[in-house]
């Protein structure tokens, strides 16, 4: 049914058609963002730029309401900074380019998961030590059938294995967290099965929320055969989290594919290249994602209240 103003015109904003435009309350009440909200969606580049009227007024489309629902379902699933990204190359770059950044994402996961796999083996391995050690001071003979043990890595290759900078091996051995063994006459680092478990609990710890004086806290405890049940089942739960994530990612595949056929085939209001993401953007986006990669030590590394 169309309704009229009270002038006779037929109001376009009351039609019921499904590509009537859309002003920004409009879309601010179908999306459940607030109307600053989407200007600063627009601003960053999430959504295309919103069509201009004659009076200066924005007006959008349902590609603009469908870009904001599945903006919101992408940064549950990776952070604000990936769906940012992701959602900004689809107006401008390729489809190789667009779909290879989705499965980015899920190597994240993966990485993620594999992490946290690691720590759980670590902590295990570390209770089992100190078990054996109380054992041999007890006269008991120390347990057998342990993990088989890791390969020794050097500083790079661990580095390369944990998807972190060697600066931050260097960082966690200065703070007391991972210990290297140091070969031949240059003193390079070598890390054995030891110290590869403690970095992969590390890393775990830290991407799970744990600040440095926490992780350096549970490694004491844990080397001095604390129990190990708070620390498995925090890791647990991140495991859980990253199982959540994946199946999210799985689910919006075929709708970002949808999404970007549409924004393509359609060409999208706006042609600008949308704003890169800032530094600050980038370190923030990264904790709220919660599958976040520490790259190097940062100034929340030196705080002694940081949690990634």
């Excluded at 744990?210 to 495991?239: C, H, K």
Aim: aromatic share 4%; charged share 25%; hydrophobic share 35%.
């Amino acid at each position: 049914m169309t309704l009229k103003c009270l002038c006779g015109v037929v109001d376009p904003y009351a039609q019921g058609a499904a590509d009537r435009p859309l002003r920004t309350i409009d879309l601010s009440n179908e999306s459940g963002y607030s109307v600053q909200q989407v200007r600063d969606l627009e601003r960053l580049g999430v959504i295309p730029p919103a069509i201009r009227e004659r009076n200066g007024y924005r007006t959008f489309t349902r590609v603009h309401l469908e870009t904001l629902k599945l903006y919101r379902r992408l940064a549950e699933a990776a952070g604000p900074v990936a769906a940012r990204r992701v959602l900004g190359m689809a107006r401008h770059e390729s489809r190789g380019a667009v779909f290879d950044a989705v499965a980015r994402l899920h190597v994240v996961n993966v990485r993620a998961r594999d992490e946290t796999i690691g720590g759980l083996s670590a902590i295990r391995r570390m209770s089992a030590e100190s078990e054996e050690r109380a054992g041999s001071r007890s006269g008991s003979e120390p347990g057998g059938g342990g993990e088989v043990a890791e390969e020794q890595m050097t500083i790079t290759e661990f580095a390369d294995a944990l998807g972190v900078r060697t600066s931050t091996l260097r960082f966690w051995e200065r703070e007391g967290l991972i210990h290297p063994e140091r070969i031949g006459s240059q003193r390079a680092r070598l890390y054995p099965p030891g110290a590869v478990g403690e970095g992969r609990l590390v890393a775990a710890l830290r991407a799970a929320g744990q600040g440095i004086p926490a992780v350096r806290a549970t490694m004491t405890d844990l080397g001095r055969g604390a129990d190990i049940t708070t620390v498995a089942a925090l890791l647990e739960r991140r495991l859980d989290l990253i199982a959540t994530r994946t199946a999210q990612l799985l689910r919006l595949g075929a709708d970002l594919v949808e999404l970007f056929e549409e924004i393509q085939s359609s060409g999208s209001p706006g042609g600008a290249e949308p704003p890169k993401p800032s530094d600050d953007e980038q370190n923030s986006g990264a904790a709220s994602a919660d599958v976040s990669r520490e790259t190097e030590p940062s100034t929340e590394d030196r705080s002694t209240a940081h949690a990634e």
